[in-house]
């Protein structure tokens, strides 16, 4: 097997769990065939490849899941590839719907502040008082968002509501690829349900909402967003949580990761974090927030794109296959929207269109 450089690879793709890393792959542009050499005590495999002319490594967890486990491997990656920019957390996501955010399955939730919450919370984080637990300074111990990341979340936020070109074709592109328990297909409106808590009577009741119109299928929400090492599968915690700390979705890893590393946290919402949890659509979810993520890195342009090849360690025989057919992604973007919409709320106009950054080794600028 070839051995791939570490060096060469700017920016970390985190997949916790197995289907997530798999729609990560088939956005790859091109897959990099070979490994990178593994010492004693390197405890991860990482895949890696193309993506709007960057060479990316995606990390995947082992089977333990939670802030913990994240932890570790952001502290590996971080030792292991000594020239990353920054880092993305790719995944899916239980949504929080509320009054003001009518969140459903299959929208993409992204961390971003919101007044005075930042835009990741560690909810487990603090300690109980004679007022409850309180959380320690509502998460700003962790890392921020790299900058860049974020301003290009901020581009995407300003564009206009139609804008689905941005990353439906990424999506569209792979919805029909098969995985081990089917494909990435939106399993449709009717399989939604939610249940609405009631605290006054214990009890919880289906939420009658209408269908979205096909041409607004998608949202796109930005907001804070919790994580720990709680596995919520309660009606009554979940909307505890999503009051306190005006939360739009609940996941496990980002927490750990950001202790570590900045990354861009990007959530497909799969569930709604009670007891009617289940895996139907992670796949979808899944499949919708890798698209979002490459359209973010699509923002985020070198002005001398990275290089397309990476080369052996020893000898420099080419070590890129081009992934096309069969399923494994390929650089067509030409995709149509085939109606699906995407519209973006709670995010104010903060972009910077045209500004340039400069960040590691090369300058970067939004289109």
């Not at 060479?55 to 802030?67: C, F, S």
């Not at 509320?98 to 909810?123: F, K, N, Q």
């Amino acid at each position: 097997m070839k051995d791939l450089d570490p060096s060469v690879y700017t920016i970390a793709w985190i997949a916790p769990l197995p289907i997530e890393a798999q729609a990560a792959m088939h956005m790859l542009d091109a897959r990099h065939e070979g490994g990178f050499p593994l010492t004693h005590g390197d405890d991860y495999v990482f895949r890696a490849g193309e993506m709007c002319g960057y060479n990316v490594v995606i990390a995947q967890l082992p089977r333990e899941y939670g802030t913990g486990a994240a932890a570790a491997l952001a502290s590996q990656i971080k030792k292991f590839f000594p020239n990353l920019w920054f880092t993305l957390l790719v995944g899916v996501a239980a949504g929080l719907p509320s009054a003001r955010r009518d969140i459903r399955l299959g929208d993409v939730i992204v961390a971003a502040p919101e007044g005075d919450t930042p835009g990741l919370v560690a909810y487990d984080l603090g300690k109980e008082t004679t007022n409850g637990f309180q959380l320690l300074k509502a998460g700003h111990v962790l890392m921020p968002t790299e900058s860049v990341v974020q301003s290009a979340i901020d581009s995407i936020a300003n564009e206009y509501p139609d804008e689905a070109r941005l990353f439906l074709p990424h999506y569209n592109r792979i919805k029909g690829i098969l995985h081990r328990t089917g494909n990435f297909a939106d399993p449709g409106q009717d399989q939604d349900t939610l249940y609405a808590y009631d605290a006054q009577t214990d009890t919880t009741s289906v939420v009658s909402r209408a269908p979205r119109p096909t041409e607004k299928r998608t949202c796109i929400w930005y907001g804070p967003i919790g994580s720990g090492e709680r596995l919520v599968k309660n009606a009554r915690v979940r909307d505890d949580l999503r009051d306190r700390y005006h939360l739009i979705g609940l996941e496990m890893e980002a927490a750990g990761t950001m202790n570590r590393v900045a990354a861009g946290v990007i959530r497909g919402v799969c569930d709604y974090g009670d007891e009617h949890k289940n895996k139907q659509w992670q796949p979808y979810a899944a499949a919708m927030a890798a698209a979002y993520a490459k359209a973010v890195l699509d923002r985020i342009r070198p002005l001398k794109r990275a290089g397309a090849t990476v080369k052996e360690k020893e000898g420099g025989d080419d070590a890129v296959k081009p992934a096309n057919g069969g399923g494994h992604g390929g650089n067509d973007e030409s995709g149509a929207s085939s109606g699906h919409g995407i519209y973006m709320y709670n995010k104010e106009n903060k972009g910077q269109t045209g500004t340039v950054f400069s960040g590691g080794h090369n300058s970067f600028t939004f289109n």
